[in-house]
């Protein structure tokens, strides 16, 4: 089974946003290797659009976790481009503050997954590493896509 893992940032692997220390690197880089991931994905309620992109770009925040991780970042998601997938079929829209407040980081996730990607998904496991997430699995027969969040306090090691 293919493996896609996306991270949160804020207490998950930086301290915050306008804090860029890292965090549980230990811990996620073994569940990376683990899972043997080369790649990972930013989803995060800190993304709020391009500009939070483009900053996150101009503050090496790329640069910093990828060399702590040793991976590459190979996507990032902001909280629109996430909230378009979710409502596809409805036509349904908020905004950004409402839609978190709404849909959570939990249900946003997994909606994105389940309602965003196909038959060229089958046998992915897509995960969350999060630090506000239960420890939850999900699996749709149909497509056999399984969606996982992790909640980045309950993994064994680091410090």
Not at 113 to 134: P, R, S, W, Y
Request: glycine residues 6%; contains cysteine; aromatic residues 10%.
């Amino acid at each position: 089974m293919n493996t896609k893992i996306f991270l949160d940032l804020e207490l998950t692997i930086v301290e915050s946003w306008t804090d860029p220390t890292l965090v549980n690197v230990d811990k996620i880089r073994a569940t990376l290797e683990k899972f043997g991931v080369t790649e990972v994905g930013i989803f995060s309620f800190a993304i709020w659009d391009d500009g939070d992109v483009s900053d996150f770009y101009k503050r090496k925040l790329n640069t910093l976790i990828e060399t702590a991780l040793g991976v590459k970042i190979s996507q990032i998601l902001t909280i629109p481009e996430i909230a378009k997938v979710v409502f596809w079929k409805t036509g349904l829209m908020m905004d950004v503050p409402e839609f978190i407040s709404t849909w959570g980081k939990p249900r946003a996730f997994i909606d994105w997954v389940l309602m965003g990607h196909g038959k060229e998904c089958a046998h992915t496991n897509f995960i969350l590493i999060d630090d506000v997430v239960q420890n939850i699995t999900t699996h749709d027969r149909d497509r056999d896509i399984t969606v996982t969040l992790i909640n980045v306090n309950s993994i064994d090691g680091g410090p």
